[in-house]
């Protein structure tokens, strides 16, 4: 089974930084497999982000993700005040079937 | 707008068993996979099991195997999930969350139920 680890656990800061955050698998993903949500206290996840680099509908460009093999990352380029929350990677295995989730970056205003 | 509504929060004693709901509107039903995914208090995402709702075939997770239960209702475009001999571990929110036919992807999710489980 493929583990994600998401790093950093918390990331601290300011409204207009550029926030990045990564994802590493245990073995090589399909990029086609792997996703990012974006989650806010009370609210379920949202899709931000799949196939790695495909934008969700109505996801704004400021947000943008990347990578392949083990290593993916999700940026955000300038911090708008409602960006701030838990962010989880996930990925789709084949054998066994089933779908993993990093264990969540957790984005707050400095 | 496409919807999915779950049923309400649910209160129950260890070894019981907990069924929840997930009703989808519109008329797209069978074209789309349907899974659920729970969250524990302060926890990370957990995926549990998925239904192919035109076909009826299901896939869980290894961990659940032999607990979990998820069922589909075509007239009433309704899934369900049935977790049985509950533990305080299992105390979570539950999610459906629609995929698009092998999208690898959960595109819409249900606002979420609450089971509690407590003596």
């Known amino acids: 089974e493929i583990v994600l680890t998401q790093s950093p656990g918390t990331l601290s800061l300011s409204p207009g930084e550029r926030a990045t955050l990564s994802c590493r698998a245990s073995?090589?993903?399909?990029?086609?497999?792997l996703v990012w949500y974006q989650q806010k206290p009370g609210q379920p996840p949202r899709l931000l982000i799949h196939?790695?680099?495909s934008r969700a509908t109505g996801i704004p460009d400021r947000f943008s993700g990347g990578g392949s093999g083990t290593d993916f990352t999700l940026t955000i380029s300038r911090l708008e005040p409602e960006d701030f929350a838990v962010y989880y990677c996930?990925?789709?295995?084949?054998?066994?079937?089933?779908?993993?989730f990093g264990q969540g970056t957790k984005l707050e205003i400095k | 707008q496409v919807l999915v509504m779950q049923s309400g929060a649910e209160v129950k004693k260890p070894g019981a068993s907990v069924k929840v709901s997930c009703k989808a509107s519109g008329n797209t039903f069978t074209s789309y996979y349907m899974h659920w995914v729970r969250q524990a208090p302060g926890q990370g995402l957990e995926w549990m099991g998925i239904i192919d709702p035109s076909r009826g075939n299901t896939g869980y997770a290894q961990k659940f195997q032999g607990r979990v239960t998820v069922t589909r209702d075509t007239s009433t475009s309704t899934v369900y999930l049935e977790l049985s001999s509950l533990r305080s571990e299992d105390t979570a929110v539950y999610y459906c969350?629609?995929?698009?036919?092998?999208?690898?992807?959960?595109?819409?999710w249900g606002q979420g139920t609450p089971v509690t489980v407590s003596s």
């Open positions: 196939g790695a680099s």
């Open positions: 969350a629609r995929e698009g036919r092998d999208t690898n992807y959960f595109d819409l």
């Open positions: 996930q990925q789709y295995d084949t054998s066994p079937r089933g779908y993993t």
């Open positions: 073995q090589s993903v399909n990029s086609r497999s």
